[in-house]
């Protein structure tokens, strides 16, 4: 049994590798701003408070054998792409990078995994919706799309250094848009999959729903439990990364939409609107997981959806009842 951090532990893929992880046997600490806002967390203890401050970071990376770094300060499009949030977007998230290092080391942590993104590969490689180049080596000479991006390269490299310095071991993912059940679906923060299955369930039949630009813009998807498989993967290999860990079934955000439509079996004419975009077109490319792990994922984007639309399509629901009730 080894002794486990969780930083994010209140945020989607945070509290699914808590789940996990305990269900494998192991003593788990989980940190965040906040409780996770879905389900309570089955950590042995959970602690409610800012990473970014040293203070609260020194006391509980104490006793940890290892640690998952999830937090950080990030949202969908509507979020990383307007350039409101930009200082916040770099300040917050390095200085949790920086925290959980200097101290982990401190602490003698034996190992440090880190979530960082496909937004840091180069803009330029991303121009083409349909031959977008996301190749771990194709990430220099440096280009992302977003401060979001700047950050998660930067610590990577932030990682990397304290692994040649200092010794710990580091293993480094970079997340191709991870989706499912028990994420933020409203509120700005969501990402396309979740704006897209709760935009549906709240249309009425032969009603329409809104897309940014004109949903020719591609992207991969992968489904929180394979995410989470890909992570543990890595973390008890011998391989350091950085590594990719998303789908390659790529789609248009149009398409996206037309498969949760299909679910929902609804009927719903498509505006498009102008809007914050991101690249105009990524896919994960899992030449290297592959050959260093032995493993990609497995399962159908359409299987994913469907278990995302059921979870959402409930809360909207819920949240449309308890609105009737106050009217009432």
């Known amino acids: 049994m080894k002794r486990i951090l969780v930083n994010g532990a209140g945020g989607f893929i945070g509290g699914h590798m808590v789940t996990r992880l305990k269900s494998e046997g192991h003593w788990v600490r989980g940190?965040?701003?906040?409780?996770?806002?879905?389900?309570?967390?089955?950590?042995?203890?959970?602690?409610?408070?800012?990473?970014?401050?040293?203070?609260?970071?020194?006391?509980?990376?104490?006793?940890?054998?290892?640690?998952?770094q999830f937090a950080a300060d990030m949202g969908g499009a509507g979020y990383i792409f307007t350039g409101e949030h930009d200082a916040d977007v770099m300040h917050n998230s390095a200085s949790i990078n920086l925290n959980t290092l200097h101290f982990g080391v401190k602490a003698g942590v034996k190992k440090f995994f880190y979530s960082s993104s496909?937004?840091?590969?180069?803009?330029?490689?991303?121009?083409?919706?349909?031959?977008?180049?996301?190749?771990?080596?194709?990430?220099?000479?440096?280009?992302?799309?977003?401060?979001?991006?700047?950050?998660?390269?930067?610590?990577?490299?932030?990682?990397?250094?304290?692994?040649?310095?200092?010794?710990?071991?580091?293993?480094?993912?970079?997340?191709?848009?991870?989706?499912?059940?028990?994420?933020?679906?409203?509120?700005?923060?969501?990402?396309?999959?979740?704006?897209?299955?709760?935009?549906?369930?709240?249309a009425p039949d032969r009603g329409e729903i809104e897309i940014w630009g004109d949903g020719l813009q591609t992207r991969s998807f992968l489904y929180i439990d394979e995410c989470i498989e890909g992570v543990r993967r890595l973390v008890e290999s011998d391989f350091t990364g950085p590594v990719n860990i998303g789908s390659?079934?790529?789609?248009?955000?149009?398409?996206?939409?037309?498969?949760?439509?299909?679910?929902?079996?609804?009927?719903?004419?498509?505006?498009?609107?102008?809007?914050?975009?991101?690249?105009?077109?990524?896919?994960?490319?899992?030449?290297?997981?592959?050959?260093?792990?032995?493993?990609?994922?497995?399962?159908p984007l359409a299987e994913g959806l469907r278990k995302t639309y059921d979870w959402i399509q409930k809360r909207v629901e819920a949240s449309r009842e308890a609105e009737l009730a106050t009217r009432a």
Not at 32 to 44: M, T, V
Not at 266 to 287: C, E, F, W, Y
């Open 118 to 202: 496909a937004c840091m590969y180069p803009e330029y490689n991303q121009t083409d919706p349909q031959n977008p180049k996301c190749s771990e080596e194709s990430a220099y000479p440096a280009a992302p799309d977003s401060e979001y991006g700047w950050e998660k390269l930067f610590s990577e490299r932030l990682y990397l250094s304290c692994m040649r310095n200092y010794g710990a071991q580091v293993r480094i993912a970079r997340f191709h848009n991870i989706f499912g059940p028990e994420g933020t679906w409203t509120g700005g923060k969501e990402k396309a999959p979740a704006a897209l299955c709760r935009k549906i369930a709240q």
């Open 31 to 68: 940190v965040d701003l906040k409780h996770h806002e879905f389900c309570p967390s089955p950590a042995d203890e959970f602690i409610v408070g800012d990473l970014s401050d040293q203070r609260v970071m020194a006391d509980v990376i104490d006793g940890i054998d290892e640690v998952y």
């Open 248 to 299: 390659e079934e790529m789609v248009t955000i149009n398409h996206l939409a037309e498969m949760i439509m299909e679910i929902a079996g609804k009927k719903l004419s498509i505006r498009h609107i102008p809007g914050p975009l991101g690249v105009r077109g990524r896919n994960s490319d899992n030449r290297l997981i592959s050959e260093k792990l032995g493993w990609k994922p497995s399962r």
